[in-house]
């Protein structure tokens, strides 16, 4: 009499979905620590180099272009202010997106380009706070708008894998999805 055996199981036979990193362990904390000091000397590449060249370059660039864009939208006269330390807050989104583990090459060059011209674009928003109050400091709530909103382009550019830092592990074991996602097609490729 000849008897069956179960097949061989195919792929993943942890019980996690394809791509979907194990919670905890060695492993997982070494991996946490590399995208930190990743994140670090990135920051400080980053940070240097702005102070050395680009924040000169980049007063220079909103000199020429926010004027012709003011008068365009209607707000004649308003001009570059003098914020130009909050300019800064494109070092932890351009190392954010550089450092975070299982972006795919064009989500990371589409995010980098986009969050960019996004956060561009938020400070030629946040010089016009000036005209609403005048004076050498900015308002209390642009300033923490502009503190946090690269981190929230971030989070929008790298959604496919931060979403998966705050679902913990589903039914035996196995990491949890979005409603409708597949869970054998990775997020991004």
């Known amino acids: 009499m000849k008897t069956t055996r179960d097949p061989e199981p195919v792929g993943r036979t942890d019980g996690r979905a394809p791509g979907r990193p194990v ?3 060695k492993q997982g904390m070494k ?3 590399l995208v930190i000091a990743g994140f670090t000397v990135i920051s400080i590449g980053l940070t240097w180099l702005w102070n050395e060249w680009l924040r000169l370059a980049y007063a220079h660039l909103l000199n020429l272009v926010a004027p012709p864009v003011y008068d365009l939208i209607g707000f004649e006269g308003a001009r570059v202010g003098a914020f130009r330390q909050r300019y800064v807050n494109f070092v932890p989104f351009v190392s954010l997106v550089l450092v975070t583990p299982g972006l795919g090459l064009r989500r990371r060059g589409l995010g980098l380009g986009l969050g960019v011209f996004t956060i561009f674009i938020s400070h030629l ?9 005048p004076g050498q400091s900015l308002p209390l709530v642009s300033s923490l708008v502009s503190d ?3 981190f929230v382009v971030w989070l929008i550019v790298a959604h496919p894998v931060v ?3 705050f679902t913990g592990p589903g039914p035996e074991g196995g990491a949890t999805t979005h409603a409708g996602a597949d869970p054998d097609t990775p997020a991004d490729p």
């Open 23 to 25: 919670a905890g362990g």
């Open 31 to 33: 991996k946490a620590l």
């Open 125 to 133: 928003a946040l010089n016009l706070t000036e005209r609403l109050q």
């Open 148 to 150: 946090a909103f690269p």
């Open 163 to 165: 979403s998966g830092f």
